[in-house]
């Protein structure tokens, strides 16, 4: 008994981060070097054309929150701009950050997004090591 229940809730465990990540684009970025006492990182998202209302959520793949980029006032097909989304300590593991972006259409369901929504996202370190 205790080995199907195991198994039931392993299987529901998987069913959902499958549909989690169906949502969004899971990507993993590499520091330089592990962080050190006194430094801090952050993530540099650079987004092209957007509408308003619609939204780039960040977050763990534990599920945790990192920020939600919603830009206003822009002009019909203007880039929207980078914007920077600092990390938490807990968010970097070694030498490395795992972050998924999921777009929230005005129009339909979450999802990735595209090529020309995310343009490029950088893993950036400031502040002064040991």
């Known amino acids: 008994m205790y080995r199907s229940a195991a198994f039931a809730l392993l299987m529901l465990v998987l ?3 499958n549909a989690c990540a169906a949502g969004g684009k899971a990507m993993t970025l590499v520091l330089p070097h592990p962080l050190q006492a006194g430094e801090s990182a952050f993530l540099e998202v650079r987004v092209g054309p957007i509408r308003r209302g619609e939204e780039i959520k ?6 945790e929150r990192l920020g939600v980029i919603a830009p206003y006032g822009l002009r019909a ?3 929207a701009g980078t914007f ?3 990390l938490p300590p807990a968010a970097v ?3 490395r950050v795992t972050v998924t972006l999921t777009f929230v259409p005005v129009d339909g369901p979450p999802r990735a ?5 995310v343009r490029d996202v950088k893993l950036v370190v400031t ?3 040991r």
């Open 58 to 63: 960040l977050t763990t793949p534990g599920g």
């Open 113 to 117: 997004p595209t090529a020309q929504e």
């Open 77 to 79: 097909g203007a880039e």
């Open 93 to 95: 593991r070694g030498d």
């Open 127 to 129: 502040g002064k090591g």
């Open 84 to 86: 920077t989304v600092p």
């Open 15 to 17: 069913a959902m981060q």
